[in-house]
Protein backbone atom coordinates (compact mmCIF):
# COMPACT_ATOMS: atom_id res chain seq x y z
CA UNK A 1 0.00 0.00 0.00
CA UNK A 2 1.10 3.60 -0.18
CA UNK A 3 1.52 3.83 3.06
CA UNK A 4 3.36 1.10 3.41
CA UNK A 5 6.01 2.92 0.61
CA UNK A 6 6.60 6.07 2.72
CA UNK A 7 7.01 3.50 5.95
CA UNK A 8 10.22 5.10 7.10
CA UNK A 9 13.26 2.49 7.04
CA UNK A 10 15.87 2.35 9.42
CA UNK A 11 19.79 2.58 8.34
CA UNK A 12 23.13 2.30 10.06
CA UNK A 13 25.35 6.14 9.36
CA UNK A 14 28.78 6.85 9.82
CA UNK A 15 28.97 9.95 12.26
CA UNK A 16 32.20 9.46 13.91
CA UNK A 17 35.50 8.74 11.52
CA UNK A 18 36.88 6.77 14.16
CA UNK A 19 40.90 6.85 15.30
CA UNK A 20 41.80 3.22 15.56
CA UNK A 21 39.02 1.00 16.51
CA UNK A 22 35.59 1.60 15.74
CA UNK A 23 33.31 2.62 18.69
CA UNK A 24 29.49 2.15 18.79
CA UNK A 25 29.48 6.03 18.95
CA UNK A 26 31.06 6.44 15.79
CA UNK A 27 27.49 4.92 14.39
CA UNK A 28 24.13 5.53 14.26
CA UNK A 29 21.07 4.30 14.00
CA UNK A 30 18.34 6.07 11.90
CA UNK A 31 15.57 5.92 9.97
CA UNK A 32 14.73 7.70 6.40
CA UNK A 33 12.08 8.12 3.85
CA UNK A 34 12.80 6.30 0.94
CA UNK A 35 11.96 8.60 -2.35
CA UNK A 36 9.99 7.83 -5.42
CA UNK A 37 11.23 5.12 -7.71
CA UNK A 38 12.70 6.83 -11.09
CA UNK A 39 12.14 4.84 -14.31
CA UNK A 40 15.13 2.42 -14.25
CA UNK A 41 14.78 1.64 -10.34
CA UNK A 42 13.91 -0.81 -7.85
CA UNK A 43 12.72 -0.62 -4.19
CA UNK A 44 14.43 -3.72 -2.12
CA UNK A 45 13.18 -4.88 0.93
CA UNK A 46 17.13 -6.34 1.89
CA UNK A 47 17.23 -9.53 3.52
CA UNK A 48 21.22 -9.99 4.15
CA UNK A 49 23.69 -7.61 4.42
CA UNK A 50 27.54 -7.77 4.61
CA UNK A 51 30.50 -6.34 6.66
CA UNK A 52 33.68 -6.67 5.33
CA UNK A 53 37.37 -5.69 6.13
CA UNK A 54 37.66 -3.35 3.62
CA UNK A 55 34.52 -1.21 4.79
CA UNK A 56 36.95 0.17 8.01
CA UNK A 57 39.25 2.07 5.27
CA UNK A 58 36.21 3.50 3.78
CA UNK A 59 35.32 4.82 7.44
CA UNK A 60 38.40 6.91 7.46
CA UNK A 61 39.20 9.92 5.38
CA UNK A 62 41.62 8.94 3.28
CA UNK A 63 41.69 8.70 -0.27
CA UNK A 64 41.62 5.03 -1.24
CA UNK A 65 40.22 2.95 -4.37
CA UNK A 66 36.95 3.41 -3.13
CA UNK A 67 35.80 6.47 -1.66
CA UNK A 68 35.39 7.35 2.26
CA UNK A 69 32.16 6.86 3.41
CA UNK A 70 29.82 10.30 3.85
CA UNK A 71 29.40 11.26 7.69
CA UNK A 72 25.64 11.65 8.73
CA UNK A 73 24.88 9.19 5.78
CA UNK A 74 23.82 5.33 5.51
CA UNK A 75 27.42 3.72 4.60
CA UNK A 76 27.12 0.92 1.63
CA UNK A 77 27.69 -2.11 1.19
CA UNK A 78 26.81 -5.72 -0.51
CA UNK A 79 23.35 -6.72 -0.13
CA UNK A 80 20.66 -9.09 -1.09
CA UNK A 81 16.96 -8.41 -0.89
CA UNK A 82 14.07 -9.03 -2.21
CA UNK A 83 12.40 -6.38 -5.08
CA UNK A 84 9.42 -4.79 -4.17
CA UNK A 85 8.43 -2.06 -6.40
CA UNK A 86 9.72 -2.47 -9.47
CA UNK A 87 10.30 -0.09 -12.57
CA UNK A 88 12.90 -1.19 -14.15
CA UNK A 89 12.80 -4.01 -17.03
CA UNK A 90 14.19 -7.74 -15.95
CA UNK A 91 13.34 -6.61 -12.35
CA UNK A 92 10.22 -8.58 -11.04
CA UNK A 93 8.45 -8.24 -7.25
CA UNK A 94 9.78 -10.95 -5.57
CA UNK A 95 12.97 -11.57 -7.42
CA UNK A 96 15.94 -11.76 -5.24
CA UNK A 97 18.39 -9.44 -5.77
CA UNK A 98 22.10 -8.90 -5.19
CA UNK A 99 23.42 -4.76 -5.00
CA UNK A 100 25.71 -2.45 -2.98
CA UNK A 101 23.06 -0.52 -0.57
CA UNK A 102 23.47 -2.43 2.51
CA UNK A 103 23.61 -1.45 6.19
CA UNK A 104 19.68 -0.38 5.77
CA UNK A 105 16.30 -1.97 5.90
CA UNK A 106 15.21 -0.85 2.38
CA UNK A 107 16.94 0.72 -0.78
CA UNK A 108 15.90 2.71 -4.12
CA UNK A 109 18.59 0.37 -6.14
CA UNK A 110 19.57 1.55 -9.86
CA UNK A 111 18.68 -1.32 -11.54
CA UNK A 112 22.08 -1.38 -13.43
CA UNK A 113 24.02 -1.95 -10.83
CA UNK A 114 22.26 -4.72 -9.37
CA UNK A 115 21.77 -8.35 -10.14
CA UNK A 116 19.07 -10.90 -10.28
CA UNK A 117 19.94 -13.83 -8.46
CA UNK A 118 18.08 -17.14 -8.51
CA UNK A 119 17.83 -18.44 -4.41
CA UNK A 120 16.63 -21.98 -5.78
CA UNK A 121 19.97 -22.38 -7.28
CA UNK A 122 21.80 -21.32 -4.70
CA UNK A 123 21.30 -19.55 -0.68
CA UNK A 124 20.80 -15.85 -0.58
CA UNK A 125 23.95 -15.77 1.71
CA UNK A 126 26.11 -17.72 -0.75
CA UNK A 127 25.94 -14.53 -2.86
CA UNK A 128 27.57 -12.64 -0.63
CA UNK A 129 30.30 -14.94 0.30
CA UNK A 130 31.72 -17.92 -1.57
CA UNK A 131 30.13 -17.56 -5.02
CA UNK A 132 30.54 -13.56 -4.78
CA UNK A 133 33.05 -11.33 -4.13
CA UNK A 134 34.54 -13.40 -1.29
CA UNK A 135 35.07 -16.71 -3.43
CA UNK A 136 36.21 -14.87 -6.79
CA UNK A 137 38.63 -12.82 -4.19
CA UNK A 138 39.86 -16.20 -2.76
CA UNK A 139 40.47 -17.74 -6.73
CA UNK A 140 41.87 -14.61 -8.29
CA UNK A 141 44.32 -14.49 -5.56
CA UNK A 142 45.81 -18.26 -5.99
CA UNK A 143 45.13 -18.48 -9.59
CA UNK A 144 46.18 -15.78 -11.49
CA UNK A 145 47.86 -13.64 -8.52
CA UNK A 146 50.11 -16.56 -7.31
CA UNK A 147 49.84 -18.68 -10.34
CA UNK A 148 49.06 -21.59 -8.06
CA UNK A 149 50.47 -24.92 -9.37
CA UNK A 150 49.86 -28.49 -8.62
CA UNK A 151 52.16 -30.04 -6.05
CA UNK A 152 52.66 -26.48 -4.26
CA UNK A 153 53.01 -25.99 -0.71
CA UNK A 154 50.09 -23.24 0.45
CA UNK A 155 49.96 -20.88 3.73
CA UNK A 156 46.69 -18.89 4.30
CA UNK A 157 46.48 -17.22 7.17
CA UNK A 158 43.11 -15.37 8.13
CA UNK A 159 42.09 -18.94 7.06
CA UNK A 160 38.85 -19.21 9.01
CA UNK A 161 37.28 -16.82 7.74
CA UNK A 162 35.65 -16.11 4.51
CA UNK A 163 38.06 -15.27 2.06
CA UNK A 164 40.82 -17.58 3.58
CA UNK A 165 37.96 -20.53 3.86
CA UNK A 166 37.29 -20.53 0.32
CA UNK A 167 41.47 -19.93 -0.18
CA UNK A 168 42.09 -23.03 1.49
CA UNK A 169 39.99 -25.25 -0.05
CA UNK A 170 40.17 -23.75 -3.42
CA UNK A 171 43.66 -24.81 -3.45
CA UNK A 172 43.46 -28.21 -2.25
CA UNK A 173 41.25 -28.61 -4.44
CA UNK A 174 43.66 -27.30 -7.38
CA UNK A 175 46.20 -29.88 -6.62
CA UNK A 176 47.68 -28.16 -3.73
CA UNK A 177 50.18 -30.93 -2.08
CA UNK A 178 49.56 -29.33 1.75
CA UNK A 179 47.43 -26.60 2.79
CA UNK A 180 48.44 -24.96 5.86
CA UNK A 181 45.88 -22.44 7.55
CA UNK A 182 46.32 -20.11 10.60
CA UNK A 183 43.39 -18.55 12.62
CA UNK A 184 42.75 -16.99 15.74
CA UNK A 185 41.14 -19.91 18.10
CA UNK A 186 41.04 -23.76 18.55
CA UNK A 187 37.71 -23.33 17.55
CA UNK A 188 38.89 -22.56 14.04
CA UNK A 189 41.84 -24.64 13.61
CA UNK A 190 39.73 -27.70 14.38
CA UNK A 191 37.20 -26.16 11.99
CA UNK A 192 40.07 -25.96 8.89
CA UNK A 193 40.99 -29.52 9.78
CA UNK A 194 37.84 -31.42 10.37
CA UNK A 195 36.00 -29.91 8.37
CA UNK A 196 37.26 -28.04 5.64
CA UNK A 197 39.86 -30.12 4.78
CA UNK A 198 43.21 -28.25 5.48
CA UNK A 199 46.25 -30.51 6.23
CA UNK A 200 47.22 -28.62 9.11
CA UNK A 201 46.44 -25.20 10.82
CA UNK A 202 47.50 -23.49 13.90
CA UNK A 203 46.36 -20.89 16.34
CA UNK A 204 48.34 -17.79 15.59
CA UNK A 205 47.53 -16.42 19.33
CA UNK A 206 49.22 -19.69 20.73
CA UNK A 207 52.70 -18.50 20.01
CA UNK A 208 55.66 -17.08 17.34
CA UNK A 209 54.08 -17.17 14.05
CA UNK A 210 57.27 -18.23 12.20
CA UNK A 211 57.70 -20.89 14.66
CA UNK A 212 54.66 -22.53 14.48
CA UNK A 213 54.91 -22.40 10.41
CA UNK A 214 58.24 -23.96 10.16
CA UNK A 215 56.72 -27.01 12.28
CA UNK A 216 53.80 -26.93 10.19
CA UNK A 217 55.39 -26.94 6.94
CA UNK A 218 59.15 -27.70 7.76
CA UNK A 219 60.50 -27.89 3.63
CA UNK A 220 58.80 -24.36 3.19
CA UNK A 221 56.18 -23.00 1.28
CA UNK A 222 55.58 -22.03 -2.28
CA UNK A 223 52.85 -19.76 -2.17
CA UNK A 224 51.42 -17.33 0.61
CA UNK A 225 48.04 -16.47 0.48
CA UNK A 226 48.23 -13.20 2.80
CA UNK A 227 45.25 -11.79 4.75
CA UNK A 228 46.23 -10.28 7.61
CA UNK A 229 49.74 -8.66 7.16
CA UNK A 230 52.56 -7.73 10.16
CA UNK A 231 53.76 -11.21 11.77
CA UNK A 232 52.27 -13.48 9.03
CA UNK A 233 53.51 -11.54 6.05
CA UNK A 234 57.19 -11.75 7.70
CA UNK A 235 56.57 -15.84 8.86
CA UNK A 236 55.74 -16.65 5.32
CA UNK A 237 58.70 -14.47 2.93
CA UNK A 238 61.53 -16.53 5.95
CA UNK A 239 59.28 -20.08 4.92
CA UNK A 240 59.35 -19.37 1.13
CA UNK A 241 61.17 -21.80 -1.39
CA UNK A 242 62.30 -20.83 -4.25
CA UNK A 243 60.10 -18.75 -6.75
CA UNK A 244 57.45 -19.11 -4.41
CA UNK A 245 54.89 -16.36 -4.85
CA UNK A 246 52.72 -14.08 -2.36
CA UNK A 247 49.45 -12.44 -2.99
CA UNK A 248 48.55 -9.86 -1.01
CA UNK A 249 45.22 -10.27 -0.33
CA UNK A 250 44.60 -7.83 2.86
CA UNK A 251 46.74 -6.92 6.11
CA UNK A 252 43.77 -7.20 8.52
CA UNK A 253 46.55 -6.69 11.40
CA UNK A 254 47.08 -3.23 11.26
CA UNK A 255 43.17 -1.69 10.22
CA UNK A 256 42.76 -0.36 12.79
CA UNK A 257 46.57 1.46 13.24
CA UNK A 258 46.94 4.50 13.75
CA UNK A 259 50.67 4.71 12.89
CA UNK A 260 51.86 3.51 9.62
CA UNK A 261 53.06 -0.22 11.11
CA UNK A 262 56.63 -1.14 9.63
CA UNK A 263 56.91 -3.72 7.05
CA UNK A 264 58.86 -7.18 7.30
CA UNK A 265 62.27 -7.30 8.42
CA UNK A 266 63.70 -10.00 5.68
CA UNK A 267 62.36 -8.48 2.75
CA UNK A 268 65.69 -8.80 0.89
CA UNK A 269 65.01 -12.98 1.25
CA UNK A 270 62.85 -12.26 -1.82
CA UNK A 271 65.94 -11.88 -3.64
CA UNK A 272 67.91 -15.11 -2.50
CA UNK A 273 64.61 -17.40 -3.11
CA UNK A 274 63.51 -15.17 -6.67
CA UNK A 275 60.44 -14.28 -4.96
CA UNK A 276 57.38 -12.13 -5.65
CA UNK A 277 54.80 -10.49 -3.66
CA UNK A 278 51.99 -8.91 -5.66
CA UNK A 279 49.06 -7.13 -3.93
CA UNK A 280 45.90 -7.10 -5.83
CA UNK A 281 42.30 -5.93 -5.79
CA UNK A 282 39.30 -8.18 -6.66
CA UNK A 283 37.06 -5.71 -9.11
CA UNK A 284 40.17 -5.83 -11.58
CA UNK A 285 39.29 -9.51 -11.70
CA UNK A 286 35.84 -9.71 -12.77
CA UNK A 287 36.71 -11.09 -15.87
CA UNK A 288 37.35 -14.29 -14.24
CA UNK A 289 34.08 -14.52 -12.50
CA UNK A 290 32.75 -16.70 -14.69
CA UNK A 291 34.85 -19.39 -15.32
CA UNK A 292 34.86 -19.54 -10.92
CA UNK A 293 31.52 -19.38 -10.51
CA UNK A 294 31.21 -23.07 -12.89
CA UNK A 295 34.48 -24.37 -11.10
CA UNK A 296 32.81 -23.37 -7.38
CA UNK A 297 29.29 -24.80 -8.11
CA UNK A 298 31.35 -28.02 -9.25
CA UNK A 299 33.01 -27.52 -6.21
CA UNK A 300 30.56 -27.39 -3.88
CA UNK A 301 28.33 -30.23 -5.59
CA UNK A 302 31.27 -32.46 -4.86
CA UNK A 303 32.13 -31.57 -1.30
CA UNK A 304 35.82 -30.29 -2.34
CA UNK A 305 33.99 -27.04 -1.30
CA UNK A 306 31.75 -25.70 1.60
CA UNK A 307 30.73 -22.38 2.93
CA UNK A 308 29.55 -21.56 6.86
CA UNK A 309 28.71 -18.39 7.45
CA UNK A 310 28.43 -16.40 10.91
CA UNK A 311 25.06 -14.51 11.07
CA UNK A 312 24.25 -11.90 13.30
CA UNK A 313 20.30 -10.69 13.42
CA UNK A 314 18.95 -7.66 13.21
CA UNK A 315 20.29 -3.82 11.91
CA UNK A 316 20.50 -2.52 15.16
CA UNK A 317 23.17 -5.54 15.29
CA UNK A 318 24.89 -4.23 12.59
CA UNK A 319 27.67 -2.40 13.84
CA UNK A 320 28.18 -5.07 16.58
CA UNK A 321 28.39 -7.44 13.67
CA UNK A 322 31.19 -5.16 11.72
CA UNK A 323 33.15 -4.94 15.38
CA UNK A 324 32.58 -8.77 15.79
CA UNK A 325 34.22 -9.22 12.21
CA UNK A 326 37.44 -7.14 13.18
CA UNK A 327 37.75 -8.95 16.54
CA UNK A 328 37.31 -12.47 15.01
CA UNK A 329 33.77 -13.47 16.17
CA UNK A 330 33.30 -14.64 12.69
CA UNK A 331 33.90 -18.58 11.33
CA UNK A 332 33.19 -18.16 7.44
CA UNK A 333 31.32 -15.13 5.94
CA UNK A 334 30.32 -12.37 8.71
CA UNK A 335 26.28 -11.76 7.66
CA UNK A 336 23.75 -9.31 9.18
CA UNK A 337 20.00 -10.86 8.46
CA UNK A 338 17.68 -7.91 8.11
P1 LIG B 1 37.21 -12.46 7.38
O1 LIG B 1 35.97 -13.25 7.29
O2 LIG B 1 38.52 -13.15 7.24
O3 LIG B 1 37.15 -11.69 8.77
C1 LIG B 1 38.25 -11.05 9.29
C2 LIG B 1 39.08 -12.03 10.16
O4 LIG B 1 40.35 -11.47 10.38
C3 LIG B 1 38.52 -12.25 11.54
O5 LIG B 1 37.56 -13.28 11.56
C4 LIG B 1 39.76 -12.58 12.37
O6 LIG B 1 39.87 -13.98 12.53
C5 LIG B 1 40.92 -12.07 11.50
N1 LIG B 1 41.75 -11.10 12.22
C6 LIG B 1 41.36 -9.95 12.80
N2 LIG B 1 42.42 -9.31 13.34
C7 LIG B 1 43.50 -10.10 13.12
C8 LIG B 1 44.89 -10.00 13.44
N3 LIG B 1 45.38 -8.96 14.12
N4 LIG B 1 45.71 -11.00 13.04
C9 LIG B 1 45.24 -12.06 12.37
N5 LIG B 1 43.93 -12.21 12.03
C10 LIG B 1 43.07 -11.24 12.40
O7 LIG B 1 37.16 -11.25 6.36
P2 LIG B 1 37.22 -11.39 4.76
O8 LIG B 1 37.37 -12.79 4.40
O9 LIG B 1 36.13 -10.60 4.21
O10 LIG B 1 38.58 -10.62 4.43
C11 LIG B 1 39.84 -11.25 4.67
C12 LIG B 1 40.96 -10.34 4.18
O11 LIG B 1 40.85 -10.19 2.77
C13 LIG B 1 40.92 -8.95 4.78
O12 LIG B 1 42.23 -8.53 5.02
C14 LIG B 1 40.28 -8.13 3.68
O13 LIG B 1 40.64 -6.78 3.74
C15 LIG B 1 40.84 -8.82 2.45
N6 LIG B 1 40.05 -8.67 1.23
C16 LIG B 1 40.71 -8.21 0.12
C17 LIG B 1 40.08 -8.11 -1.09
C18 LIG B 1 40.87 -7.65 -2.27
O14 LIG B 1 40.29 -7.40 -3.32
N7 LIG B 1 42.19 -7.56 -2.16
C19 LIG B 1 38.65 -8.46 -1.22
C20 LIG B 1 38.06 -8.99 -0.02
C21 LIG B 1 38.74 -9.07 1.16
P3 LIG B 1 40.81 -14.68 13.64
O15 LIG B 1 39.89 -15.19 14.69
O16 LIG B 1 41.49 -15.75 12.88
O17 LIG B 1 41.74 -13.63 14.17
Not at 103 to 130: F, H
Not at 188 to 194: F, N, S
Not at 229 to 253: F, K, T, V
Request: aromatic share 6%; charged share 25%.
Amino acid sequence: TPADQSAPAREVRLVARPHGWPEPSDFELATSELPELADGQVRVRNELISVDPYMRGRMNDTRSYVAPFELGRAMEGGAVGVVEESRAEGYAVGDHVLHQLGWREEAVVDAESARVVDTDAAPAPAYLGVLGMTGLTAYAGLVRVAQLREGDVVFVSGAAGAVGSVAGQVAKALGASRVIGSAGSQEKVDHLVDELGFDAAFNYKDGDVAAQLAEHAPDGIDVYFDNVGGDHLEAAIGALRQGGRIAICGAISSYNDTEPAPGPRNLARLIQVRGTMTGFLVPDHQDLAEEFAERAAGWLSSGQLSSRETVVDGIEHAVDAFLGLLRGDNTGKMLVRV
